[in-house]
């Protein structure tokens, strides 16, 4: 059963972000208008096709990936390392709330927004390349997991970090780089041996190869890897945060 303090908390994280609709929805937008020029159109005319499929198509997987993890991991970040800024976390530890309930509220918003935001950079890559979607129920099993999984992320780093640098750290050194160097526009088969192995030892890459097979069906490694590589890095991003959020390092002053 829900119980009505994670239901307030939840919509009070859902409302946050929904408040900054330019922000939230018209980024991602512009987003993946400017990557379909600058890379589906101008690359597109070059390269053609990718394993059969117009290059165009085949960045929008990585594209919506991309989209996802990073508004998933933003969201739950900002939102707790502000209450940490302003005191305001020690109310809510206090709250009659379990930390169970603190920790799936958040990650839940988290999820959502990145859904999104996801759907949208989905739907306007769509209004060029179309709708289709070759596997549904794999390609929004591995979105949800991904989005779980820097939800999760997003709150270690609120409770670690010490000021907003620390905070934006995460995703400017780890999270975009890695997604642009796990085949989000190529694939893995256009690589030459030494760099084949770095992708294949990229995390992320399985996220998002496993997620064009969902939207495209065509993969270079098994889809289930992938799947199998998020629920465990879920889970323990989860039992991470979890454990912090119950010893209270670095919420209780």
Avoid at 120 to 127: F, K
Avoid at 236 to 242: E, F, K, Q, R, T
């Amino acid at each position: 059963m829900i119980s009505y303090g994670f239901w307030t908390l939840f919509v009070k994280e859902v409302r946050r972000f929904l408040r900054v609709p330019g922000q939230t929805l018209l980024s991602p937008v512009v987003t993946t208008v400017l990557y379909f020029v600058v890379f589906g159109w101008s690359l597109g005319g070059r390269l053609r096709e990718v394993e059969g499929v117009p290059y165009a198509r085949f960045i929008v997987p990585g594209l919506v990936a991309l989209g996802v993890v990073t508004n998933a991991y933003s969201n739950t970040a900002s939102s707790l390392f502000v209450m940490k800024l302003q005191g305001t976390v020690v109310d809510l530890l206090v709250a009659p709330l379990t930390y169970g309930e603190i920790l799936w509220a958040f990650v839940l918003a988290g999820v959502l927004r990145g859904l999104v935001v996801g759907g949208v950079m989905w739907g306007v890559a769509g209004l060029f390349e179309g709708f289709g979607v070759a596997h549904p129920a794999v390609a929004l099993a591995l979105v949800v997991l991904a989005a779980i999984l820097f939800a999760a992320l997003g709150l270690v780093t609120a409770i670690w970090a010490s000021s907003f640098e620390q905070v934006n750290f995460i995703p400017t050194f780890f999270i975009t780089p890695l997604t642009f160097l796990g085949g989000v526009f190529y694939s893995v088969e256009m690589l030459p041996p030494a760099f084949r192995r770095f992708t294949l030892a990229n995390p992320i890459f399985y996220m998002v190869d496993g997620l064009r097979y969902g939207m495209l069906g065509i993969s270079d490694a098994s889809p289930w890897t992938g799947a199998a590589l998020l629920a465990v890095l879920a889970a323990a991003a989860v039992g991470l945060a979890y454990a912090l959020l119950r010893s209270g390092y670095e919420l209780r002053g």
